[in-house]
């Protein structure tokens, strides 16, 4: 199978469902660029021109409410907004209109709205509080929407691909850090389903939930750990709604130990609602306190050192880890 | 030109028609039948005009104020006032209340944030340009709603896209309690039109034949593919910010309010089609007895139709 880069898989995810489908179309801060810098978006313009890929001004409320004026009219419109960190300026479009529109006013009319908001995320590249955000539990929170968090170049567009045919909002966040990752992908169509785990490492003895880049790191610490003969089985959700509940709790009555890994602060986050999901099901599985490592509530810092204090590592996972084999 | 007599008459019927339904609220509203506020549009009907110059396969986002947008593009007021009760017959199966909708008639939603519309409007007439279709977007806002950020965003991006847009303002001059004098540092919502280098208009908002005019203007405009424009209602809300009994009274001065009632633009109407013999006095009569009689037929669907099954509660969040 060839390799490709995780920003050409999105690209051709992007550029194949608008061939397969007139009423996609994307826009975004400087997507009519077409050189040579790679970008999801490159080359789009060329074949299918400016009324369908649509430069926009800094405009994010607009540009997100007016994707769910154009659904609600017939169209798929993509939304690339860089930085999930500019996107609190259209909370209200998201949330609100994209989120409850069908539930509030269109059930009868049977109102879809087929929306992909793009919205990169992340730390770990000195790029301090305002740039740095992994705001999933945030959407998470929210009802209506649909939540995609691709973790490599063949599940980024299989999961875009599912994104685009689904009728309902999803918000699509890629991570910086694995945005220039590289992996195979098949020539061919796929698609990759929405709620369905995978896992990335089986193993016995504990089960790491981890999103987004927290997965890469959380294979690092396992690599690590399997010197010292713990076997630890790595789950990956793809999607955060749908959750894939029945495949976490299965591995957690497998090894009875559970550790979350999740970028964004950790009050009331996306790794407290996976352990308290777990808790209620399997509770009596659980050889262990569940273990979360995460941001504990702090903007992201700039310097460095201090951007490594308050973000999740591979050292911080190991420890977790071993905490919990420990108790 | 003039609209032909019969659709002078349309328009006169549907202004009837809208003051009859915001009576026929304000008589339901002490019983306690509508658990929440209502908007009324009372003193603000010269809109009819605007809407009036529309297609069936136009687009219309309207504000939280008034019924007309809904009676004038063939919404029952039955399934409207069923609604507003949270009954299974309404528009929104009791989800939405006052957030009515009517999606057949291209009637979306209603946004509980004002200036939430100003986005949505911009999305159809994308979704329009980009078919190649001549179908355009009437986006109604109110005065105070010109303050948000959305309203500008919105405004800049139509012209940047020379969208198939409408831009109407309703300037009633007050925001809830506060005057535009208090917080808009503009005098006329139509001066953002030369901001935003699209043709700005300001109407006489209670003479409804001025605001059929300069709307099917920028209509043609608007369908000939040559962009959005702005124009701006001079207006007055006649009863207090909501009905129900919930909102301050005491803001404003009651002379003020008296002076505009003299200028209700249903009796202006009236007056001039009487004149013109477009219209006699039996006609007045008769409509006006049809509009109440409609909205005698609208309650008595809206009381007797059933609330929603509590399983309701639980459907439809993902299509
Ligand atoms: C974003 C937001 N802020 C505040 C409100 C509460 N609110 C509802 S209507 C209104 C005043 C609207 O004034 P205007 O746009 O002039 O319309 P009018 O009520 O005069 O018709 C306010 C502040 C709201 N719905 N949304």
Not at chain 1, 108 to 113: D, V
Not at chain 1, 133 to 151: E, N, W
Not at chain 1, 199 to 214: F, K, L, P, Q
Not at chain 2, 203 to 219: I, P, Q, Y
């Amino acid at each position: 199978m060839r390799t490709i880069g995780f920003m050409q898989a999105m690209n051709e995810a992007l550029q194949e469902e608008m061939r397969r489908d007139p009423s996609v179309y994307v826009l975004g801060l400087g997507v009519h660029y077409s050189g040579t810098h790679p970008s999801v978006t490159a080359g789009l313009i060329d074949e299918f021109g400016a009324a369908r890929v649509r430069s926009t001004p800094v405009s994010e409320a607009a540009v997100a409410g007016s994707c769910v004026g154009a659904a609600l009219a017939g169209m798929r419109p993509v939304a690339q907004f860089s930085l999930a960190d500019f996107v609190f300026c259209a909370l209200d479009e998201i949330l609100c209109k994209a989120g409850k529109w069908r539930y509030t006013h269109g059930a009868e009319g049977g109102m879809s709205l087929p929306i992909v908001f793009l919205e990169t995320i992340g730390g770990y590249v000195s790029a301090a509080s305002e740039h740095s955000q992994s705001p999933l539990a945030l959407y998470a929170h929210a009802p209506g929407l649909k939540i995609a968090v691709p973790t490599t170049p063949y599940n980024a567009k299989g999961l875009l691909k599912t994104a685009i045919r689904d009728n309902n909002p999803v918000v699509f966040f890629p991570h910086k850090r694995l945005m220039g990752a590289q992996g195979p992908v098949p020539e061919e169509d796929y698609t990759v389903p929405f709620g369905q785990a995978e896992v990335r490492r089986e193993g016995r003895d504990v089960t790491v939930v981890a999103t987004s880049y927290m997965v890469t790191l959380a294979l690092e610490a396992a690599s690590k750990l399997e010197e010292q003969g713990v076997d630890t089985e790595v789950i990956d959700p793809l999607t955060l709604e749908p959750l894939d509940t029945e495949r976490i709790v299965e591995s957690v009555r497998k090894t009875g130990r559970r550790v979350v890994v999740d970028e964004d602060t950790e009050r009331c986050g996306v790794g407290a609602e996976i352990g308290m999901q777990v808790v209620e099901r399997a509770f009596d599985a659980l050889k262990a306190p569940i273990q979360r490592v995460s941001n504990p509530n702090l903007p992201v810092p700039y310097s460095r050192p201090l951007e490594q204090a308050v973000l999740p590592s591979r050292e911080k996972i190991e420890k977790a880890i071993q905490q919990t084999l420990a108790a | 030109m003039e609209p032909a007599s019969e659709q002078l008459l349309e328009i006169y019927t549907n202004m009837v028609r809208s003051r009859a339904f915001e009576e026929l609220v304000i008589s339901i509203m002490p019983k306690g039948k509508i658990p929440a506020g209502w908007m009324s549009g009372v003193g603000q009907e010269g809109i009819v005009g605007a809407l009036s110059g529309l297609r069936e396969d136009d687009y219309v986002t309207y504000t939280h104020r008034g019924a007309y947008y809904f009676l004038c593009r063939g919404s029952d007021p039955g399934r409207i006032l069923a609604e507003l009760y949270g009954k299974r017959t309404g528009y929104c199966g009791g989800k939405g209340g006052r957030h009515l909708a009517d999606t057949k008639h291209r009637l979306f939603g209603k946004s509980g944030t004002i200036g939430g519309h100003a986005p949505i409007a911009v999305g159809l007439a994308t979704a329009v340009q980009i078919r190649g279709e001549d179908s355009v977007v009437m986006s109604f806002f109110g005065d105070g709603t010109s303050n948000r950020g959305t309203t500008h965003e919105s405004m800049n991006l139509t012209s940047v896209w020379k969208l198939p847009l409408i831009w109407v303002c309703e300037n009633n001059g007050w925001a809830g309690l506060t005057p535009s004098s208090m917080s808009t540092a503009y005098t006329d919502v139509a001066d953002l039109a030369e901001a935003y280098s699209i043709p700005g208009r300001i109407v006489d908002g209670n003479d409804v034949l001025e605001v059929h005019e300069a709307t099917r203007e920028a209509v043609a405009r608007a369908r000939a593919g040559a962009g959005p424009s702005l124009i701006e209602l001079k207006t007055y809300r006649i009863r207090e910010f909501a009905e129900g009994g919930w909102f301050p009274t005491g803001y404003r001065d009651p002379e003020e309010v008296e002076a505009w009632k003299k200028r209700d633009p249903i009796e202006r109407f009236r007056a001039v089609l009487l004149s013109r013999g477009v219209l006699t006095a039996g006609q007045v009569e008769e409509i006006q007895q049809k509009a109440v009689e409609e909205m005698q037929v609208a309650q008595k669907f809206a009381d007797e139709s059933e609330f929603p099954p509590v399983e309701d509660a639980f459907t439809d969040l993902y299509a």
